[in-house]
């Protein structure tokens, strides 16, 4: 069974910093493209970062510059180290796995940042 376990959402005021994990099983991990996406209230769920098996980084503009994935292959999980966060980052953040074949998600982290 694929369980995708997110944590360290909370609430932040605006510049304050704020760390979230992700902790895969049931999956071959290294070989997944691991990303966060988030979800704000009456908005489509967009992705924030992934990071492929090779480690290569993808980023959405709006988060270019403060946020930063990393994954450990070892402990098969995945991170997101959000920096100058903004009321506009506030959203559920979920955490997704995928490979050619499948697709899986977390069932999300609140993250609330105040101004």
């Known amino acids: 069974q694929v369980q995708l376990v997110e944590s360290g959402g909370g609430l932040v005021q605006s510049g304050e910093s704020l760390s979230l994990a992700c902790a895969a099983s049931g999956i071959t991990f290294r070989t997944y493209v691991m990303g966060w996406f988030r979800q704000a209230p009456g908005k489509e769920r967009e992705l924030v970062a992934d990071i492929g098996s090779t480690d290569i980084k993808n980023y959405a503009d709006s988060v270019k510059g403060r946020f930063t994935i990393s994954r450990n292959n070892a402990r098969n999980t995945v991170y997101l180290q959000m920096n100058s966060l903004k009321p506009e980052d506030t959203a559920v953040y979920y955490c997704?796995?995928?490979?050619?074949?499948?697709?899986?998600w977390g069932q999300g982290t609140q993250v609330t940042v105040s101004s």
């Open positions: 997704n796995a995928r490979s050619n074949s499948y697709q899986y």
